[in-house]
């Protein structure tokens, strides 16, 4: 007997925990699925729409036409205030704005292909300046006693076009006999030549001084040249304005004028037992002159 109560308390404690209660199992399974499932999803309800003031303003209506809101009972929630400000922002915009930046663009473009353009052709043609030297000198008549002062220099210069693809226009050029480098003691002016592109050619420069007083030479000027006669020669130099343009062929169009500078110096003239004739002094290997824009 006392088996058996023994026996009767353990089996149903074993009951108790092995069988589980329908509770446990329905929070085991989850949650009951309905079937067939409905054909339409549960109607969500929204809060009222909260209309700003200026609902008008900014293009909202309070109800629109048909009295729904499409599928939903209740208005749309408005839009945020970053919105509405871009709308007003962008019609305050001013419409010369793209057009002026386009503009800007085009105009940029435009220079740097100029630019371009003339690199490419500076490139290809490689201007140079013409060269110019003294050959021989030859004065005569030159008198410092005489007032006013006289003389006559006869001068050949070699003009040299260096340029492979450019000719070479002289439109004018008017040169200067000046003494110690500081004073013009004669002028002349040369007829306008032309040049194909490497070529030389040579001219015959004549300055004549004491012609009349317009270009008369100051006393104490003539009275420097004399004490240097008779010291054995006289230094010159022969200055010259050219006004010069370059141009191309007709294959690649390149035009430029400009103004040239141009210095002969240390022309020494030595007169020997004359004092009215005088020749330039001879010197090896004598340097082109100093040309400069």
């Known amino acids: 007997m006392a088996s058996d109560h023994a026996g009767k308390p353990n089996e149903q404690t074993t009951d108790k925990n092995t069988t589980p209660t329908s509770q446990q199992q329905q929070q085991q399974q989850g949650p009951s699925i309905q079937w ?20 008008q303003f900014h293009g909202y209506n309070a109800l629109p036409p048909g009295g729904r809101y ?40 435009v220079i740097v292909i100029l630019l371009l353009t003339k690199l490419i052709i500076w490139a290809t043609l490689l201007p140079r300046f013409p060269v110019f030297h003294v050959a021989n000198m030859h004065v005569t008549n030159f008198n410092t006693d005489a007032n006013p002062f006289t003389a006559r220099w006869e001068t050949e210069i070699r003009i040299e076009n260096p340029n492979t693809k450019l000719y070479l226009y ?29 070529n030389k050619t040579s001219m015959q420069v004549v300055i004549n ?7 008369a030479v100051p006393i104490w000027i003539a009275q420097d040249m004399g004490k240097d006669q008779k010291n054995g020669g006289v230094n010159f130099v022969l200055k010259i304005k ?40 001879y010197i090896k290997d004598r340097e082109d002159c100093y040309v400069s824009a």
């Open 170 to 198: 002289v439109d004018g050029m008017e040169v200067f006999m000046n003494y110690n480098d500081k004073y013009d003691v004669g002028t002349t002016w040369i007829n306008p030549m032309f040049m194909e592109s490497k």
């Open 36 to 55: 067939p499932p409905q054909s339409h999803p549960p109607q969500v309800c929204y809060p009222p729409a909260i209309v700003p003031p200026n609902a």
């Open 70 to 109: 499409g599928p939903y009972p209740y208005p749309y929630p408005p839009p945020g205030p970053y919105y509405g400000q871009g709308y007003i922002q962008s019609e305050h915009r001013h419409p010369c704005s793209g057009a002026c930046r386009c503009f800007l663009a085009f105009l940029i473009l």
């Open 209 to 215: 001084t004491g012609e009349s007083a317009h270009h």
């Open 242 to 281: 050219v006004w010069v343009t370059l141009k191309s062929g007709m294959w690649l169009w390149f035009r430029r004028s400009l103004m040239l500078n141009v210095e002969c110096d240390d022309l020494k003239v030595n007169f020997g037992n004359s004092s009215r004739e005088g020749t330039l002094e």
